[in-house]
């Protein structure tokens, strides 16, 4: 996501802000779905618990920016960052499973507005949705989970088109589960305490364009052949 600054101050929020984020999903098996910051970022997201954000930019880099300061400052990159709409999302072509959890976020506390959204002191999701993480952001199809399938430790739900799975450039490949997605999207919004964001929200992300293909040293994913 672009995070171009407005150059503004940072104000003071005591009623939420409502933003877009995507996560990557954990089934951990003592406290359930979790929800896992896409890219870099914070750890897992505690069900029940707002996420409040620090500064944890090195000592060495904060010469001449002076102290410690309370997150997000104008001055430096921290905070927890949420997008206006879907649509800046950027859809490159990945190496790695894309993020099957899309869903908005309130902002509150100390926020700082960029060009293409905001970042914020505390955060919790408001409503979510799992998608099928192919269709959502690297090729089009129905989008709604039909199977889940499980990669490194995370969860992937995937669609009828998709079902047969994800193979990173290493030739790994996701493996299906008997998790049903429908009752993992339920344990997921009873665990965190928040609404199912309504399909039509969502449903741009299904019909856009498959993203071009990379030149042929950059590695990426590729759909694994159903066979029938």
Same mark, same amino acid.
């Given at each position: 996501?672009?995070?171009?600054?407005?150059?503004?101050?940072?104000?003071?929020?005591?009623?939420?802000?409502?933003? #877009?984020?995507?996560?990557?999903?954990?089934?951990?098996p003592?406290?359930?779905?979790l /929800?896992?910051? +896409?890219?870099?970022?914070?750890?897992?997201?505690?069900?029940?618990?707002?996420e409040?954000a620090?500064?944890?930019?090195?000592?060495?880099?904060?010469?001449?920016?002076?102290?410690?300061?309370e +997150?997000?400052?104008?001055?430096?990159?921290?905070?927890?960052? +949420? %997008?206006?709409? /879907?649509?800046?999302f950027?859809?490159?072509?990945?190496? #790695?499973?894309?993020?099957?959890?899309?869903?908005?976020?309130? /902002? #509150?506390?100390?926020?700082?507005?960029?060009?293409?959204?905001w970042?914020?002191?505390?955060a919790?999701?408001?409503?979510?949705?799992?998608?099928?993480?192919?269709?959502?952001w690297?090729?089009?199809g129905?989008?709604?989970?039909?199977v889940?399938?499980?990669?490194?430790?995370?969860?992937?739900?995937?669609?009828?088109?998709?079902r047969?799975?994800?193979e990173?450039?290493d030739?790994?490949?996701?493996?299906?589960?008997?998790?049903?997605?429908?009752a993992?999207? %339920?344990? /997921?919004?009873?665990?965190y305490?928040?609404?199912?964001?309504?399909?039509?929200?969502?449903?741009?992300?299904?019909?856009?364009?498959?993203?071009?293909?990379?030149?042929?040293?950059?590695?990426?994913?590729?759909?694994?052949?159903?066979?029938?």
């Open positions: 996501m672009t995070t171009r600054e407005i150059p503004e101050e940072a104000e003071k929020r005591s009623e939420p802000i409502v933003g #877009w984020r995507v996560w990557n999903l954990d089934d951990d003592t406290y359930g779905p /929800l896992l910051p +896409a890219g870099s970022g914070s750890g897992a997201w505690w069900p029940r618990h707002a409040e620090r500064c944890t930019l090195f000592s060495l880099f904060r010469l001449g920016k002076g102290k410690n300061h +997150a997000p400052d104008p001055a430096c990159s921290c905070g927890i960052y +949420a %997008a206006r709409s /879907l649509e800046i950027e859809r490159p072509r990945p190496a #790695w499973p894309p993020p099957p959890v899309v869903g908005t976020v309130s /902002l #509150w506390g100390r926020v700082v507005e960029h060009e293409f959204g970042r914020a002191r505390f919790y999701p408001a409503r979510l949705r799992l998608v099928c993480s192919m269709c959502a690297f090729e089009p129905p989008g709604t989970p039909a889940v399938h499980r990669f490194v430790g995370q969860l992937y739900p995937l669609c009828v088109k998709h047969g799975g994800i990173v450039p030739t790994r490949v996701t493996k299906p589960t008997d998790i049903d997605p429908a993992l999207q %339920a344990r /997921l919004l009873d665990a305490g928040v609404e199912l964001l309504p399909l039509e929200l969502v449903e741009d992300l299904f019909h856009q364009p498959p993203t071009p293909d990379p030149p042929a040293f950059r590695p990426s994913i590729h759909a694994v052949p159903i066979e029938e």
